[in-house]
């Protein structure tokens, strides 16, 4: 059995849509990333498989359980944190993991152990009220609270989003962990660099999927040639490879550009190039590609489609 | 980037309570440079860049924006910046023109050069024949350009940005740095903050927050030859975690 | 049953962490009765009145007597005439000019029927109203003492046409009122409140996704909000009778039970309310629009529904306050008991019914 079979998903607002025909399959016991910017539907479809929103078109089960018909079920086995805190804050950080552990009819010590790691992190100000805790501890705090009654399923709608780099990175430890309890993890995610870190991605942009596989998978389907390009001139470099006759795109990834091009350049020549444009310190490198740069391929020829 | 500071501050201290928010911090940035600012949740940064616009009050040390006192003439700086954030941003009910309208009238701006100014940015941006759309319903990376557009309205000497590619898809994320870039041409000085430290490495100086104190400061590339780290991100979580 | 418990738990900290609802509370309830209270009680003391006493007997003394002696009123002068009548209104001290005719205690005596006229200062109808009841009553006892008889056939004639109130109900009003205002307020606007500010921190969508049945979600989050309600009922009585002197007549566990429905009814209400609002300005707003207003104008409360436009009547016909004061006034003035507020009950029960059948429908198990 599959732990969730999403079939031809269609949902709107009003005038906008939010989802365009999204079918895709997840794994039992595997971290699957949505991987997308705002607007991308992530938090909707998220939404229709925890229950809480009714598709306007299609199917979805969790665990074989229709998210319609069988929203019991689901409500028993999924744990939910939401893309915005929301927990009590005017309860303290003790108070609001026995509520959720004995709406769920279990107690903090049953599953301990399941939280134990994240837990033990805030367990120091187990007194203090939610409201006063800093981001990273509201973030600890809510995973525990979803965690508490053992989900067979987590849904974590966008927990690393405004979340400096270094906190990010401890939660995504924290996850792995998971993984290896059984739980099967659904994240949604606007950074790019951490759809490496799942087993499975579904790229999103407006409502429509762009691609459902594993990082390496996507990876291994871009179709150009990559190069990290370095100047001095960071601004003036982009805009010159634009000007270059083999560039498909040129967009800055860090400290240097990089340039997709139809086929294999002989480095003389973009040198020569560049030379020529009065850029100094020039280094061109063949890269791999990461997520994010097949992420915006997709997106491009989406847009020429 | 010339080498006239445009921003100086000195062992600015910002104490609430007995907790040190901002510890002795000391920097400077020229015209036209674009700082990214940086520290983890919490750091501190948010309570810096208030002071820097004038908002809130140092508790001690010298502060100077544009050339004016934060402490004395707080007022005359929030003439001379611009401010975008993630949080405050256009009035969605609002169409594109009249937000100029609106802004530019707060800023003190002259009829006529609200007209040319709106023309001028909306033309760049390519949204010039959208002017008359309410904003709700646009892409978020638009509303972002839009922001940023307006923020820097008035030509003003200092641009705070603070998250501003938050949640945009990884294309306007990049043609949003271009208007930065061309800002900064412009000799506007940007302070930015980010959570993609990718994004930092587009910057001519970063600084690094660690518990209210700047650990580093530098351009990105001698930062990162000093700290023997290959990004940005692993100097970031070099710091941050010490 | 330990979720719901634990729901009511939560929600009991919720209350007692938050001053401000603490003060909405216990605060209001108290601020009220005694505003109400004490502006209707200072408006009728040492009230200055005229006699123009055309007999001067025996009865007619004594009953000046009761009037002046009972507090309420002042002998401000006596009058030999009717002509300076209108001069000594308009100085404005004297607001009551009390006139006995020719041979009253002959009269009482021979045919049983003599005229003690009653002329009130309009100006202020209001109090023109309370001081002709008091007045009133005080010759109305009078003679019950005197006579033992229950019918004083005199006759008022006073420049307002005013209705003699037996109960007078009028004085007391407010307590009954204020009652059904301030368990309106706090069970309905309190209840609704707390469930949109679920929504609005958006905890409303981690209770969506566990097990909690939303009649847990609804009872639980009603439960505190019955318990506080009855100790302001409670509160409310006893400001009434001690402070006040307001009787309770009836049957107190009547009484009680009545409240209790009230409170069911205001509660549903209420979270039918919330199952409109998306968050908690909007609650705030159709709770004072749609039930604290009507409440106060419609109700009976402070103006007559009999003085009302026919279409004003009927809109008064579907507010609950307006049956709940009835029954209070029933139970605590006239001191009767079922048997003639069954009809009023039935239909604040059923009322109770339908909106508690709306509401569980109503109340949505997802988001939208």
């Known amino acids: 059995m599959k732990a969730a079979e999403i079939h031809n998903i269609h949902k709107s607002y009003d005038e906008v849509k939010a989802l365009g025909g999204i079918s895709m399959q997840v794994e039992k016991g595997e971290i699957f990333g949505l991987i997308g910017p705002d607007g991308a539907g992530k938090t909707s479809l998220i939404r229709i498989l925890t229950t809480l929103l009714y598709p306007d078109q299609g199917q979805a089960s969790i665990f074989g359980m229709d998210t319609i018909r069988d929203f019991k079920g689901i409500r028993k086995i ?12 005017d309860l303290s950080v003790e108070e609001n993991l026995n509520f959720y552990a004995s709406i769920f009819g279990t107690t903090v010590s049953e599953n301990y152990h399941l939280i134990k790691d994240i837990y033990q992190q805030i367990e120091p100000f187990k007194k203090r009220l939610a409201g006063r805790l800093s981001g990273g501890m509201k973030q600890k705090l809510a995973l525990s609270c979803a965690l508490i009654h053992k989900p067979d399923i987590l849904f974590l709608d966008e927990p690393t989003t405004g ?15 998971l993984e290896e309890v059984g739980i099967t993890i659904i994240v949604s995610t606007p950074y790019m660099d951490e759809a490496e870190l799942c087993d499975r991605v579904a790229l999103m942009q407006e409502g429509q999927l762009l691609d459902v596989d594993t990082p390496a998978n996507i990876i291994g389907k871009y179709d150009h040639e990559l190069y990290a390009v370095e ?35 002989r480095r003389k020549e973009l040198q020569k190039f560049l030379e020529e444009k009065g850029h100094e310190g020039i280094a061109v490198q063949s890269i791999e590609p990461g997520i994010e740069d097949c992420f915006m391929n997709l997106m491009r020829k989406q847009n020429d489609e | 980037m010339t080498n006239e500071n445009i921003i100086e501050v000195e062992n600015l201290v910002k104490k609430f309570g007995k907790f040190t928010a901002n510890d002795r911090l000391t920097f400077q940035v020229k015209k036209g440079e674009i700082l990214g600012f940086l520290g983890a949740n919490g750091a501190g940064k948010t309570t810096a860049i208030k002071i820097l616009c004038g908002i809130s009050a140092p508790t001690s040390g010298k502060v100077s924006v544009a050339g004016f006192d934060a402490v004395k003439h707080p007022e005359k700086i929030k003439q001379n910046i611009g401010y975008m954030s993630q949080k405050f941003s256009l009035y969605d ?80 994320r990049r043609q949003f740095w271009e208007l930065i870039y061309e800002a900064s041409e412009e000799g506007k000085t940007i302070f930015v903050t980010t959570h993609y430290m990718d994004e930092a490495e587009y910057c001519d100086t970063v600084s690094m927050m660690v518990a209210g104190q700047i650990r580093a400061f530098g351009e990105p590339r001698e930062l990162k030859t000093e700290y023997g780290v290959k990004s940005v991100n692993d100097l970031f979580i070099k710091l941050a975690r010490n | 049953m330990k979720r719901f418990l634990a729901f009511v738990k939560k929600e009991i900290q919720h209350i007692f962490r938050d001053t401000r609802t603490m003060l909405i509370l216990f605060g209001i309830p108290i601020a009220q009765i005694l505003i109400f209270g004490y502006v209707i009680k200072n408006d009728i003391k040492d009230v200055d009145i005229a006699v123009y006493d055309q007999s001067k007997d025996e009865y007619t003394r004594q009953i000046t007597n009761k009037l002046t002696s009972s507090g309420y009123f002042i002998l401000n002068r006596e009058l030999d005439n009717m002509k300076n009548i209108d001069r000594i209104f308009k ?32 100006s202020d109808p209001n109090r023109a109203n309370l001081i002709t009841n008091y007045s009133g009553a005080i010759i109305h006892d009078f003679v019950k003492d005197e006579f033992h008889i ?43 409140i707390s469930i949109a500010r679920e929504k609005e921190l958006g905890t409303m969508e981690n209770l969506l996704v566990s097990p909690l049945r939303p009649a847990q979600i609804v009872v639980g989050k009603v439960t505190p909000y019955v318990l506080l309600s009855i100790i302001n009922a409670i509160t409310i009585l006893v400001l009434g009778v001690f402070v006040f002197g307001l009787p309770i007549r009836g049957s107190l566990t009547l009484l009680m039970l009545e409240s209790v429905l009230f409170i069911t009814l ?19 707003f159709i709770s004072l629009f749609a039930l604290m207003l009507p409440t106060l104008l419609l109700s009976g409360f402070i103006f007559p529904i009999e003085n009302m436009p026919k279409l004003l009547q009927w809109l008064s016909a579907i507010m609950p306050p307006k049956y709940f004061i009835t029954i209070l006034k029933n139970i605590m003035l006239k001191g009767t008991g079922m048997a003639f507020v069954w009809k009023e009950t039935l239909i604040l029960g059923g009322m109770t019914a339908v909106f508690i059948i709306l509401s569980v429908k109503k109340f949505k198990l997802r988001l939208e």
């Open chain 1, 78 to 89: 999924a744990g939910y944190m939401p893309g915005r805190f929301s927990l009590y804050q």
């Open chain 1, 231 to 265: 100047s001095r001139e960071l601004h003036q470099l982009i805009k010159d490879l634009r000007s270059f006759d083999k560039t498909v795109s040129a967009f800055p990834f860090g400290d240097t550009v990089h340039l997709a091009t139809q086929e294999k350049l």
């Open chain 3, 266 to 284: 205001s509660l549903s209400l209420g979270i039918l309310i919330s199952t409109m609002s998306p968050n908690q300005q909007v609650a705030m």
């Open chain 1, 163 to 177: 979340v400096d780099a270094v906190s990010r990175k401890e939660f995504w430890e924290i996850l792995k962990n």
């Open chain 3, 91 to 122: 100085e404005g001290e004297v607001k009551l000019v009390v006139v006995y005719e020719n041979n009253f205690s002959k009269k009482l005596h021979a045919e049983n029927n003599a005229t003690v006229q009653l002329i009130a200062d309009a």
């Open chain 2, 93 to 172: 009910d609002l169409t594109i023109r009249e937000n100029f309208r609106l802004f530019g009238g707060i800023y003190g701006l002259s009829r006529k050069s609200i007209r040319q100014r709106t023309e001028e940015l909306l033309k760049r941006l390519e949204l010039y024949e959208y002017r008359n759309r309410i904003l709700e319903a646009l892409p978020l990376g638009w509303k972002q350009k839009l922001a940023f557009s307006v923020a820097i309205m008035h030509h003003p000497q200092v641009v705070f940005l603070d998250e501003p590619t938050s949640g945009v898809d990884p294309v306007t």
């Open chain 3, 150 to 192: 229950d019918q004083l056939p005199y006759q008022i004639n006073s420049k307002v046409r005013m209705l003699y109130n037996q109960n007078l109900a009028s004085v007391f009003m407010f307590v009954p009122g204020t009652m059904a205002l301030i368990l309106m307020l706090v069970s309905a606007m309190m209840t609704s």
